[in-house]
């Protein structure tokens, strides 16, 4: 009886270990994809801010702030828009960053195989 207990307890934190490590496993696989795309996100979000409806303070592009699609002082801004986009990545990286290590920490694991 005490050596069933025992065994069942090592088959239990066996499988948390496993979980664990699979966990980890799309952690980093979820990091690598993410790192991936942040080059074409930052082109979407850059091509966003040259919009002349969001003129966005401070954003000049390619560098030079002559450019027409450059901050223009003259005209209205958008500001709470700009600082959405320019919050959107970090906010995208840290949720995804948070629920990784929450779901690694918390060993759980859902999928239709029962792992």
Known sequence: MVLHKISTQKQKQNRKGQ?????????????????ALIPE?????????QSDYLNCNGYSYNGNPNSPLSYNASLKSNTLACISI???LP????????AGVSRVILGRITTESGI
Request: hydrophobic fraction near 80%.
């Open 41 to 49: 996100l930052m082109m979407l979000l850059n091509m966003a801010q």
């Open 19 to 35: 979980v664990m490590i699979i966990n980890l496993l799309f952690l980093l696989m979820t990091i690598a994809v993410m790192v």
């Open 86 to 88: 320019d919050l959107y």
């Open 91 to 98: 906010y995208i990286v840290m949720a995804v960053l948070i």
